[in-house]
């Protein structure tokens, strides 16, 4: 079993509709949780960090953490075409991160 | 605060030589992680340098090696190059931690032919 789970995606949408992007993980013992943006060509962009459970809300993003249910969360609101890239998440405790492999979302105007 | 920096950007090599790569991390980070990014293995962690000491390895072999200087700049250098090798390599700084916020460089286009 993988440490970090992704959906591969692709995932399309109309743009103004809301998206959600999830991961699950196997090891309870993770506690910090991230989300990235990567476009085409260029490095991932940190776009969301928590701590431990709960959500974390930043403009139209917000990042959700279940920990019970090892399974963490972003959803994008009014979703823009300039939001079309690969979001990863990115999972770690005691000087680890593993990421996931990445959802392609596209978002059509 | 200027970003993480790597050069080169691109680089073509071929089987059995070698390279090395170049970052440099925001002003005051002392943590610098590189990657290894591919489209069928994703992320993969290659190590972690902090006051010029490895403190984190993946699972790479030694042909994959680095160091960090004084000023936290770090590099990496790939022995005897396979096709497999050909991948994006990024590389992050963070405060303190790889478990810190970490910010990625541009990447270094690796194309072993």
């Known amino acids: 079993q993988k440490e970090v789970e992704q959906d591969p995606g692709p995932l399309s949408v109309p743009e103004g509709a809301i998206v959600s992007l999830n991961c699950t993980y196997s090891n309870s013992a993770f506690q910090y949780f991230m989300w990235y943006r990567q476009y085409s060509r260029k490095g991932p962009e940190l776009l969301m960090y928590?701590?431990?459970?709960g959500n974390k809300e930043d403009g139209r993003f917000t990042a959700q953490v279940d920990k019970s249910s090892k399974y963490i969360s972003l959803f994008i609101r009014d979703s823009q075409p300039s939001d079309s890239a690969t979001y990863l998440c990115a999972i770690g405790g005691y000087q680890k991160v593993t990421f996931g492999t990445g959802t392609k979302l596209q978002v059509i105007p | 605060k200027a970003g993480v920096t790597q050069t080169p950007r691109y680089l073509i090599k071929t089987r059995g030589q070698q390279v090395t790569l170049s970052c440099s991390p925001i002003?005051?980070?002392?943590?610098v992680s590189w990657y290894q990014q591919t489209p069928g293995q994703g992320l993969q962690f290659l190590f972690e340098?902090?006051?010029?000491?490895?403190?984190n390895k993946g699972n790479f072999p030694g042909r994959f090696s680095g160091r960090q200087f004084s000023n936290s700049r770090s590099e990496m250098n790939v022995s005897t190059l396979e096709l497999g090798d050909s991948a994006l390599y990024l590389c992050?700084?963070?405060?303190?931690?790889?478990?810190?916020?970490?910010?990625f460089g541009p990447g270094t286009r690796l194309t072993v032919t």
């Open positions: 928590t701590y431990s459970s």
């Open positions: 992050a700084s963070s405060l303190g931690s790889v478990v810190d916020e970490q910010y």
């Open positions: 340098y902090f006051s010029e000491t490895q403190r």
């Open positions: 002003s005051g980070h002392r943590s």
